[in-house]
């Protein structure tokens, strides 16, 4: 069985920063891809950030700049540094990973959400 938990969310201030955690475990194999995604009341979900297991980023154009995805491929987790925080960033932030396990040969992950609030 595998799992993603996500750590790091909370209230902060317009202009604070804030980290978040994704870590992975379970029987992995290998893990390919890994991102962020939020959803904001009554919108979709949208892509943040994503990593690929060579380290390739791609953003969002609403956070280039601002925010900084990377991961420790010994530790199975992914990270979100998001600074210059603004109100309208305020989202359930969600993690997935594209993940090979030892009994599923790959299949994409979620993690359970960590709400991140923006406002003074």
């Known amino acids: 069985q595998v799992q993603l938990v996500e750590s790091g969310g909370g209230l902060v201030q317009p202009g604070g920063s804030l980290r978040l955690s994704c870590a992975a475990s379970?029987?992995?194999?290998?893990?390919?891809?890994m991102g962020w995604y939020r959803q904001a009341p009554g919108k979709e979900r949208e892509l943040v950030a994503a990593i690929t297991s060579g380290g390739s980023t791609n953003y969002a154009d609403s956070v280039k700049g601002r925010f900084t995805i990377s991961r420790d491929n010994a530790k199975n987790t992914v990270y979100l540094q998001m600074n210059n925080l603004k109100p309208e960033d305020t989202a359930v932030y969600y993690c997935?990973?594209?993940?090979?396990?030892?009994?599923?040969?790959?299949?994409?992950?979620w993690g359970q959400g960590t709400q991140v609030t923006v406002s003074s």
């Open positions: 997935n990973a594209d993940i090979a396990s030892f009994t599923v040969l790959s299949r994409r992950y």
């Open positions: 379970g029987s992995i194999f290998s893990i390919n891809a």
